[in-house]
T-cell receptor, first 111, second 113 residues
Framework: EDQVTQSPEALRLQEGESSSLNCSYT??????LFWYRQDPGKGPEFLFT?????EEKEKERLKATLTKKESFLHITAPKPEDSATYLC???WGFGNEKLTFGTGTRLTIIP | GAGVSQSPSNKVTEKGKDVELRCDPI?????LYWYRQSLGQGLEFLIY????????KSGLPSDRFSAERTGGSVSTLTIQRTQQEDSAVYLC???????????FGPGTRLTVT
């Protein structure tokens, strides 16, 4: 089973202060990496899928990048509504159907 | 369209009782997954259904846990003789057959007293 480690565990930023979240993984073969956002009391909300090293995807103030060993979620000029726990996951299993999740980074944006 | 729905949203039960948790996947999604999220822990895979194939039960933590999926749609996760360590949020997700991006429901928070 693949291992997924996220850092930092928690991050507090001032509104407008850009930063990056890290997701490192050990895989026997890169089959994709997923980013999710989870608000308190809710299920994870799908954000991005990255399939190959060098790939980048953007959505509003978020940009996800992927290398052979890790992925970054860059947050540019964040707003308080970006506060959430951000989870990354890698697929495993015969058909890549199961996900192994990291424990997440709890992001707080202070107005 | 409607997302994944789960019921109940909260369940408090006494140790030793059986509980049933329900999941309604997104219409047309053939794959359905159950995960468990304990405080401070990552999401833990429990079981996976794909169409009419036999489910992948490799993540179930003990034989007290079982799940079924009727008509390729609604799924029920049953926990027998609940223990305090079963307290967690149980999340259901679904995906279509050709992509494996999973879409999650809001979860059921189970508390065993």
């Amino acid at each position: 089973e693949d291992q997924v480690t996220q850092s930092p565990e928690a991050l507090r930023l001032q509104e407008g202060e850009s930063s990056s979240l890290n997701c490192s993984y050990t895989v026997s073969g890169l089959r994709g990496l997923f980013w999710y956002r989870q608000d308190p009391g809710k299920g994870p909300e799908f954000l991005f899928t990255l399939y190959s090293a060098g790939e980048e995807k953007e959505k509003e103030r978020l940009k996800a990048t992927l290398t052979k060993k890790e992925s970054f979620l860059h947050i540019t000029a964040p707003k308080p509504e970006d506060s959430a726990t951000y989870l990354c996951a890698v697929p495993w299993g015969f058909g890549n159907e199961k996900l192994t999740f990291g424990t997440g980074t709890r992001l707080t944006i202070i107005p | 369209g409607a997302g994944v729905s789960q019921s109940p949203s909260n369940k408090v039960t006494e140790k030793g009782k059986d509980v049933e948790l329900r999941c309604d996947p997104i219409s047309g999604h053939t794959a359905l997954y159950w995960y468990r999220q304990s405080l401070g822990q990552g999401l833990e895979f429990l079981i996976y259904f794909q169409g009419n194939s036999a489910p992948d039960k490799s993540g179930l933590p003990s034989d007290r846990f079982s799940a079924e999926r009727t008509g390729g749609s609604v799924s029920t996760l049953t926990i027998q003789r609940t223990q305090q360590e079963d307290s967690a949020v149980y999340l259901c997700a679904s995906s279509s057959w050709d992509i494996y991006e999973q879409y999650f429901g809001p979860g059921t928070r189970l508390t065993v007293t």
